[in-house]
Every structure is written in structure tokens, then in C-alpha cells.
């Protein structure tokens, strides 16, 4: 089984440039069933997660090419419309593949992981939003089978869900006439999506606001770079802020980061921000900052919030966390707790005493982003850590131990 050996206690220091946003490139990987002429993505990252994506558009019939960081799909002879259910347990995202496939072929079967997406991530939303527009819907022993014709219409969505916003874009392309989405999510990955259907000649109003409208009809090609990942970067900056020192990010946009950026500077980081650039300076060690409460773009981001919390471990003070998007997202609190941190938690609030040392354990990434808090927490740890369980990482972080060696790390894989 494959670990990291990470020994901590040292500053970072140096440059990086982020992927392509994993939660960008799974929609317009599902957007692309509905490409007439086929389309290029480029800047896809290397993840486990896009694989399954991949996977999930040859098993529906489609034509994909994979060279480098850019993936071809040529969906004209889609034909099937049921995703594989080993497909379905890999990936949770491959529920935004239900949309498309409506807007193709009028109809979708999937088939559910346990019953773990409807349970602990309800799909509800996504469900009632296709029925407004007139699809069919039956769910029976955990599986969903969708039919109809689509014709368009309002739906206002109870929360802005960014996973229902985005698959109720892309079925509403295939309907008949306009769809109006009310309370749609603002996220910068649904920005993206909206960038690449309209680089293809779909129209689509209202980007970037709480309300989209879509008129009826398919892109025909396009060629479109992915976004970069903001929670990767979020990431790193939360590594280089507990550890102390300095980075340079080439490529990130700033603007998508100001929550993130906006408390590590509360906490004394330093930030310049120029055009595709973004530069951290840390102090040795930060302060407490004001409570940090997660919520939907463009509040803190649910993502960040684990590799926050361990970059204010050693913090001096005391930071207040309060989780509002997912009922179970401090999985990874035992395990910065085992490296010496100092965490209460009650319902939705984490309380962080911060401490002087950390010192390094035997760790198990619980989820990607818990994994990748352990990660930052080890790195400011004295002594040696093993984090084992790292295929939770890697669905969402390409080479993750390469990219924190270039900044110093002492971090390694082991086989
Ligand atoms: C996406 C991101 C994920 C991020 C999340 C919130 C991708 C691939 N994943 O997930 O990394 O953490 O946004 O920013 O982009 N909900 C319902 N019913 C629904 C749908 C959602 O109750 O039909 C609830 C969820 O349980 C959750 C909240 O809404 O509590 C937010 O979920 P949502 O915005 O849909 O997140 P995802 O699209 O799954």
C-alpha cells in the first residue's frame, strides 16, 4: 500500500503552477456528450478521477483521445445511456453525466454506489430540477432511470447546489424553448463550464450571477482550456502559511481565492497579486484570525477548509471554523489531533487552541481534502509522519509529493 513519509519542521520555499481544476474538468468532461462536432480540452490534469471520466464516456460509446494534458471526445455515436455501475462507485461525479445524457438521447439509467450518493449527498435537487423541465424520474433499489422529452422552463433551485446547477445547464441545453435557473451556484467551475458551452455557440446568459438562462440547443465545437484549480492552490498556500517561508504561484487566479487569501492575511501572511500571479510570504508562525465559516461562492470554500484548519494548528491564538456546506467534513480532526493539535468540535463549529509544536504520527487520509490537511499538518510537524490511504489524495492532487518537494518538503512516496 502506497504512503507518504513526510519529516516536517522546515519553512517552504519556491514556485508552482496549479493544475487544471479537477472540479472543473469533470463537468466539461460530462458537457462534452453534447459537443455536435466534437471538442478539445486542454490543461486536463493527470487524476484518477478524470480517468473515470474517461472511462465513463467510452463505456456510453464516445470517441476519446487522451495526448498529453488535452483530451478529444467525439460523441456522435453516442449510443448507450446507462452508466456502468463500477463507473458510478469510482466517481460521485459521474451523476453529471445524468443531464447530458437527457439532452442527447432523452433518457439515462444510473446505477447507485450502496446508496451513498443519495444518502450522505442526496441528489434531490438535481432530480426535481429535470422534472420541472419534464423528465420522467424512478428511483428503485438505489437506481435512477430517467425519460422524456425536455422542455424548458423555471426551476429555482431551494440551494445553490454547484453539481445541480451544472447538470440542469446541461439538460436544459437539450430542451425545447428556455430554461430560467434561479438561485443557480456562482462557483468559478460553473463560470467554466458556461465558457466552454458558449465557446461552442450554446446560449447562455447570466454567468457568474444567481440567475442562468439557457436556450435550447447543442454546442456544435470548440477548443477551451480548463480553469486553474483554486483548491489545489488553497492548498499550498495552507501548507506554505503553517510551515512558514514563501511561494509563487504562475497561472492561479487571485480572484478566486480572496476568501482564502483575505484570513491568511488576517493571520500575517503577506500577498502580492498581479495578473496570473500570486505570492505568499509567511511568518514563522501566524495568528488566530476572525471565525472562518464555509458557504457557497463566494463565501470560504467547504475545500479549503481542511487544509486551513491544519495551517492554523500552530497558530497563535485561538480560530473558530464553522462548516456549513457538508454534515460530515471534520473527518480529518483525530488525525491532526494524533500530530499534537489542539481541536474541540461541536455540530459545526471546530474550535483550534493553537500549540507551540506538532510533532509526526502514523496517519490514514480519511477523504481527499482530509488527506491532504493531514499532509500540511504533518509538514509542520517535528519528526517523521506516515500517511497511508493516499489514493484519497491523488484523485485530486497530481503529483502532489513532487509539487511540495519542489518547495522544500521533505516528502516521499513509498510503494
Ligand atoms: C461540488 C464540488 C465539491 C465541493 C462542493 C461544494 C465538484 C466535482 N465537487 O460538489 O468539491 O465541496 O461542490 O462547493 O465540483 N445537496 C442536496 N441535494 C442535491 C445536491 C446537493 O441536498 O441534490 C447538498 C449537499 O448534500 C451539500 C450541499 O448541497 O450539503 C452542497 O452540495 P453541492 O454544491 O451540490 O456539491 P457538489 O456539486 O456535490
Not at 471526445?73 to 460521485?92: C, K, Q, W
Not at 481534502?369 to 484519497?392: D, N, T, W, Y
Request: charged share 20%; hydrophobic share 40%.
Amino acid at each position: 500500500m502506497e504512503e507518504l513519509i513526510i519529516r516536517g519542521g522546515r519553512p517552504l520555499a519556491g514556485e508552482l503552477r496549479p493544475q487544471g481544476a479537477k472540479n472543473s474538468v469533470l463537468p466539461l468532461l460530462a458537457a462534452s456528450l453534447l459537443f455536435t462536432k466534437g471538442c478539445t480540452l486542454h490543461n486536463c490534469p493527470h487524476l484518477s478521477d478524470v480517468e473515470s471520466a474517461v472511462e465513463i464516456l467510452k463505456a456510453l460509446g464516445c470517441k476519446v483521445a487522451w495526448e498529453g494534458r488535452s483530451i478529444s471526445v467525439d460523441a456522435g455515436d453516442l449510443r448507450e445511456d446507462e452508466i456502468p455501475e463500477a463507473l458510478m462507485r469510482t466517481m460521485r461525479s459521474s451523476i453529471l453525466f445524468l443531464g447530458p445524457l437527457m439532452a442527447r438521447l432523452g433518457r439515462c439509467r444510473l446505477s447507485q454506489p450502496g446508496g451513498c450518493v443519495l444518502g450522505k449527498r442526496p441528489i434531490d435537487l438535481h432530480l426535481s430540477g429535470l422534472k420541472t423541465l419534464g423528465a420522467e424520474v424512478t428511483q428503485k433499489d438505489g437506481s435512477v432511470t430517467c425519460g422524456g422529452t425536455l422542455t424548458g422552463g423555471t426551476i429555482a433551485l431551494s440551494y445553490p447546489s454547484v453539481g445541480a446547477t451544472e447538470n440542469l445547464i446541461l439538460a436544459a441545453l437539450g430542451a425545447v424553448g428556455t430554461t430560467t435557473i434561479y438561485n443557480a451556484a456562482k462557483e468559478p467551475e460553473v463560470g467554466d463550464l458556461i465558457g466552454f458551452l458558449t465557446a461552442g455557440g450554446a446560449k447562455i446568459y447570466g454567468r457568474g450571477t444567481s440567475m442562468l438562462q439557457v436556450e435550447g440547443g447543442l454546442p456544435e465545437g470548440a477548443s477551451y482550456e480548463v480553469m486553474p484549480d483554486r483548491m489545489e492552490t488553497a492548498t499550498y498556500l495552507s501548507a506554505v502559511a503553517g510551515c512558514g517561508g514563501e511561494v509563487l504561484v504562475r497561472g492561479a487566479v487571485a480572484g478566486y481565492l480572496e476568501p482564502v487569501i483575505h484570513c491568511f492575511a488576517l493571520a500575517g501572511c503577506r500577498f502580492r497579486e498581479e495578473e496570473q500571479l500570486l505570492a505568499l510570504q509567511a511568518p514563522k508562525r501566524l495568528n488566530s484570525t476572525y471565525p472562518v465559516r464555509t458557504g457557497p461562492y463566494p463565501a470560504f470554500p467547504t475545500d479549503a477548509q481542511a487544509p486551513f484548519m491544519a495551517a492554523m494548528l500552530r497558530a497563535d491564538g485561538v480560530t473558530v471554523i464553522e462548516e456549513n456546506i457538508f454534515a460530515d467534513r471534520y473527518r480529518h480532526v483525530p488525525a491532526l489531533r494524533a500530530l499534537g493539535g489542539d481541536i474541540r468540535t461541536q455540530g459545526t463549529v471546530a474550535v483550534i487552541h493553537g500549540v507551540e509544536h506538532l510533532r509526526g504520527t502514523y496517519l490514514e487520509a480519511t477523504d481527499l481534502r482530509g488527506g491532504a490537511a493531514m499532509a500540511v499538518g504533518a509538514l509542520q510537524a517535528q519528526g517523521e509522519s506516515h500517511l497511508c490511504r493516499i489514493e484519497h489524495i491523488l484523485r485530486g492532487y497530481e503529483d502532489f509529493p513532487g509539487k511540495l518537494s519542489a518547495l522544500g518538503a521533505e516528502i516521499e512516496i513509498h510503494k
